[in-house]
C-alpha cells in the first residue's frame, strides 16, 4: 500500500518538535498522544485502540531516514523503491490487496476551522471504523460535519418559523358609518389595544425594553383620530414622573402657567402616553388618581372638565411590583394607580414587526436566536429590537459582523457569558450562515438552497 510520503514526514517533524528521540516518557500529554495518533494512522495502525506505551515504541522504531526522496517529476527515487520504513503499512504482508498500480490512497482528513476540529477529534473516539490503514475516511468523517451543521442550522430553521411565518398585523376597523384602515405594520397586541382604547379604557403596556411600545402609542394615536373624528387630536407625553407638577402643569415666578401636555389632551381631547410609570415616585403617581377617574379635575390653572376623546396609555417594564432582576431601578406602584389601568397587557417582542421594520432582515434573525438563547440560559441581559435595527444598520454600512455581535447585541456582557450565548445559539457559524444566505422558512426551495450552500463551503474550506 502506498503510504503519503509527505504526511508522514509532516507529521514525525511535529512528534519531533513536542518529544525527543527516542521518547523515554512512560505517560503522554494530551497534544503528545494526539499527535503520536496522527502517526500511527499515517502508519497504517488502528490508533484509537493503541495504549501510550505502544504509540511511544511505535515512534521510536519509527524510521524517517527509509522514506523514498521523490525526484523532480515527483516520482519516488528508483533506487529506494524497495526499502522498507520500520513500522510502517509497507511491512505488512497481504495489506492494500484489490488496490491496482493506479489506485489513489485515501487523503488523511485535515479540518480547515476549530468546530470541524472539534467535530473529527469526537467521530474518531466514538466511530473505530473510520480509522483506516491508509488513513481517514474522508468522505465519513465530512458527511457527519455536514449532519451535525444541517442539525444546527435546523433547529435554528425552527425556532425561527415558529415566531415569524405569521405576517404582521394589519388593522381595518369598522364603524358605524365606514371601515378605517389604519396606515402602517403593527404589533400583534394592536388590534386589541386599540378596541380598549376606543371604548374608553385606559391601557397599560407591561414588556422588555425596546420591543415598541411607544412606537405603536403613536400608531394608536393616529387611529384614534380618524376613529374619533378630531382633527386637532392631541398627542401628549411623559416619562418617569417625580413631582406631581411634571403632568398637572405649574405656576411660573410670574404667576403664569405653564401648561403640561397631560393638561392639554385632559382638556382638548387626546391621547396620552405616560412612559416608564413604574419608574416614577408613587407618592406623586397619586396625585393623578382623581385626574384619572373623575370627569372634573383641580389643576393649578383651576378646574378643568375631561374632553370625551382623553385616552391615556401607560407604558411599563414590570407589573407595578417593583424591581426585579433586569430592571432594578423600577418602583412598586400604588395599588390606587394600578387599579384604574384595565386592561394590563403583556406586550412582548413581536418578531414578525421587528423583521419589517429592521433595515437588515438576516441579520434580524442572528438577533432573534441569540435572545432566545440568552432566554432559555435565563441570562440577565436585554436584547431589544433597537439590537436589530442599530445592529443592521452597522451591517450595511459594512462592520464586520463579530464587532457587531459583541458591541449592539451582547455589549456589557463578559466574553465567557458571550461566548456561552453564541453556542447555546448554535455557534458562531451556524450564525453567520444565518446571516448570509437569510433562509426564508415559508419556502422550502429557498431552505434546501441554502443548505446547500453551506454543503459547497465546507467542502471547498
Excluded: W
Excluded at 394592536?190 to 405603536?216: C, E, I, N
Aim: with cysteine.
Amino acid at each position: 500500500m502506498t503510504i503519503s510520503n509527505e504526511r508522514l514526514v509532516s507529521v514525525a517533524e511535529s512528534a519531533k518538535q513536542l518529544l525527543d528521540f527516542p521518547c523515554s516518557k512512560e505517560q503522554l500529554e494530551e497534544i503528545e498522544r494526539k499527535t503520536l495518533k496522527q502517526l500511527a494512522v499515517a502508519l497504517g495502525q488502528r490508533a484509537s485502540r493503541m495504549t501510550d506505551a505502544e504509540l511511544i515504541d511505535l515512534y521510536n522504531s519509527f524510521d524517517a531516514s527509509k522514506i523514498p526522496t521523490p525526484d523532480a517529476k515527483g516520482n519516488p527515487d528508483p533506487e529506494e523503491k524497495g526499502n522498507t520504513l520500520k513500522g510502517t503499512a509497507q511491512g505488512h504482508e497481504g495489506e492494500g490487496e484489490g488496490e491496482g498500480e493506479g489506485s489513489q490512497p485515501k487523503p488523511s482528513f485535515e479540518p480547515q476551522t476549530p468546530v470541524e476540529e472539534q467535530l473529527a477529534d469526537l467521530i474518531r473516539r466514538v466511530h473505530e471504523t473510520i480509522e483506516h490503514e491508509s488513513g481517514t475516511d474522508v468522505e465519513k468523517v465530512q458527511s457527519m460535519i455536514k449532519q451535525q451543521s444541517d442539525s444546527n442550522m435546523q433547529s435554528v430553521a425552527d425556532m425561527i418559523a415558529k415566531q415569524v411565518l405569521r405576517e404582521p398585523v394589519k388593522i381595518e376597523v369598522k364603524t358605524s358609518t365606514e371601515t378605517i384602515k389604519v396606515d402602517g405594520i403593527h404589533h400583534e397586541k394592536s388590534p386589541d389595544v386599540l378596541k380598549a382604547l376606543y371604548r374608553g379604557d385606559r391601557v397599560m403596556l407591561v414588556g422588555g425594553a425596546g420591543s415598541g411600545k411607544t412606537f405603536m402609542a403613536q400608531q394608536m394615536h393616529k387611529a384614534l383620530a380618524k376613529m374619533l373624528d378630531q382633527a386637532d387630536y392631541a398627542f401628549g407625553m411623559s416619562g418617569a414622573m417625580h413631582q406631581a407638577y411634571e403632568v398637572r402643569g405649574y405656576m411660573d415666578a410670574n404667576g403664569n402657567y405653564v401648561e403640561s401636555s397631560f393638561v392639554k389632551c385632559f382638556r382638548d381631547g387626546g391621547l396620552f402616553l405616560f412612559d416608564e410609570i413604574d419608574g416614577s415616585n408613587p407618592q406623586a403617581l397619586v396625585a393623578l388618581n382623581a385626574s384619572l377617574e373623575n370627569e372634573f379635575s383641580d389643576f393649578p390653572c383651576g378646574v378643568v372638565k375631561r374632553h370625551p376623546n382623553f385616552r391615556m396609555i401607560a407604558c411599563a417594564n414590570t407589573y407595578g411590583r417593583g424591581a426585579d432582576r433586569e430592571y432594578v431601578g423600577r418602583n412598586q406602584l400604588d395599588g390606587a394607580t394600578l387599579d384604574r389601568f384595565k386592561p394590563i397587557v403583556d406586550f412582548d417582542y413581536d418578531l414578525s414587526l421587528e423583521q419589517a421594520v429592521t433595515p437588515n432582515a438576516k441579520f434580524t434573525k442572528v438577533v432573534q436566536t441569540l435572545r432566545k438563547a440568552k432566554d432559555d440560559m435565563r441570562i440577565r441581559h436585554i436584547i431589544s429590537m433597537r439590537a436589530s435595527v442599530a445592529g443592521g444598520k452597522a451591517i450595511n454600512d459594512g462592520v464586520s459582523f463579530d464587532e457587531v455581535i459583541e458591541n449592539y447585541v451582547l455589549s456589557g456582557l463578559d466574553d465567557d457569558t458571550r461566548k456561552r450565548i453564541i453556542n447555546e445559539a448554535g455557534g458562531v457559524n451556524v450564525l453567520k450562515r444565518l446571516n448570509k444566505t437569510g433562509i426564508t422558512m415559508t419556502d422550502e426551495d429557498a431552505l434546501a438552497k441554502a443548505k446547500e450552500e453551506i454543503r459547497n463551503e465546507e467542502g471547498g474550506a
